[in-house]
């Protein structure tokens, strides 16, 4: 309530990992991200990113290349903020 950014909860998480023809989102840092239209430019290739697809990829995300600046790469892709307890949002 109050919010401009819709808030996303696991339920709503867990169907988007890009199949069926969803789009893949991933949470990073607490934010929600479309990583769709980045897969076909990711360096490390789709099935890679898609690793994080409909999950929380910070950890993993880190593990790799902490050094990429993904809120700025991704900032046109901002979906929502993470919230991760049930709520009525979708
Ligand atoms: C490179 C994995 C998410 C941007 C790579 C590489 C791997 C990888 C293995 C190395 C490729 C190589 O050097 O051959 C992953 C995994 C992700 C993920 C498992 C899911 C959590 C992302 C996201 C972004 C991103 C969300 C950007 C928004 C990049 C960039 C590189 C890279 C820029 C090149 C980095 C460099 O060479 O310094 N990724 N990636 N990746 N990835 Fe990801």
Redesign the pocket.
Known sequence: PNSPYLRVTPSMLKKQKGRKGTDAW?V?GGKV?N?SP?VPF????GP??????GKD??K??G???P????EG??SACLVGIWVPVEEDND
């Open positions: 991933m990073l991200y990583v980045y990711h360096p490390g290739g890679e990113l898609l690793r994080g697809a990829g910070t993993l995300f593990e790799v290349h050094w990429v600046n993904y790469m991704l």
